[in-house]
């Protein structure tokens, strides 16, 4: 299978940046999407909760953003290294959640290749003053 592991999370004050990374590794035959999602915690919690979409990119280039993050965040990717980076800047109070990363694709599965969807463990980003 694939694993992800991020990096680069922390306590940030308000106005402030952080640039999250993600690393994936294992039998990767090629990543299609790669992206990160904010567990959604605290107020706007609620049973069964999907995990918001915070940015994605495909191995195109294609991008897409909350409404929430434009202008604020930049999503990036190193294909060769299956690496995707989130830039936060201006950081809010209300950007306060774990991160996760995403990546979608396919995986050798001995003499087959077979499709995968894989998270990372998350990521605690806190903005306060």
């Known amino acids: 299978q694939v694993q992800l592991v991020e990096s680069g999370g922390g306590l940030v004050q308000p106005g402030g940046s952080l640039r999250l990374s993600c690393a994936a590794s294992?039998?990767?035959?090629?990543?299609?999407?790669m992206g990160w999602y904010r567990q959604a915690l605290g107020y706007r919690q609620a049973p069964g909760k999907q995990r918001e979409l915070v940015a994605t990119i495909t191995s195109g280039g294609s991008i897409d953003y909350a409404d929430s993050v434009k202008g604020r965040f930049t999503i990036s990717r190193d294909n060769a290294k299956n690496m995707v980076y989130l830039q936060m800047n201006n950081l809010r109070p209300e950007d306060t959640d774990v991160y996760h990363c995403?990546?979608?694709?396919?995986?050798?599965?001995?003499?087959?290749?077979?499709?995968?969807?894989?998270w990372g463990q998350g990521i605690q980003v806190t903005v306060s003053s």
């Open positions: 294992g039998s990767i035959f090629a990543i299609n999407v």
């Open positions: 995403n990546a979608r694709g396919a995986y050798y599965s001995g003499d087959y290749i077979d499709s995968f969807n894989s």
